[in-house]
């Protein structure tokens, strides 16, 4: 192995703590500026590809809302570009949507989806909307079968 240059193995355990490192530099960074540096944007390119594009999109279209109930559960709905709503669980980076299954669990080719990422970011630079719901609509929501 070549000093400065890791194995895939190591590159797997590793990614995600230098992305959860960026996004913990672009929350400090946003409080300061209102706004993400051509840096931080690079550094979302290149480690979320294309991905990362599309999740800002939907961050800039406000796309992004943390559902909350009474007993404590949370969760996040992600309206698509389709205008489809889409339920991510960020504690176990899972999201709803055709894309997580195929691209993050079947070919294992993106970290996450663009839903994920957009929770992520949006809280990131504090534009979540906040959505309180009833314990029942919350177990709706946790329960809802997929089209």
């Known amino acids: 192995m070549v000093l400065g240059t890791p194995s895939s193995k190591n590159m797997d355990l590793t990614l995600p703590s230098v992305a959860e490192e960026l996004l913990r530099e672009i929350k400090c960074s946003y409080c300061e500026t209102s706004q993400i540096s051509d840096e931080h944007l690079l550094g979302l390119k ?14 800039d279209q406000r796309s992004v809302t943390h559902v909350t109930s009474p007993s404590g559960r949370s969760t996040f709905q992600v309206t698509g570009s389709s205008g489809k709503v889409y339920t991510c669980y960020k504690a176990c980076h899972y999201c709803s949507c055709p894309a997580f299954s195929f691209s993050v669990l079947r070919r294992n080719d993106s970290l996450m989806c663009k839903h994920i990422l ?5 809280q990131a630079i504090g534009c979540c909307q906040d959505l309180s719901v009833s314990d029942k609509q919350m177990s709706e929501i946790l329960l809802a079968k997929e089209d």
């Open 46 to 59: 290149f480690i979320f590809g294309p991905t990362a594009l599309y999740a800002l999109d939907l961050v």
């Open 118 to 122: 957009a929770v992520y970011l949006s």
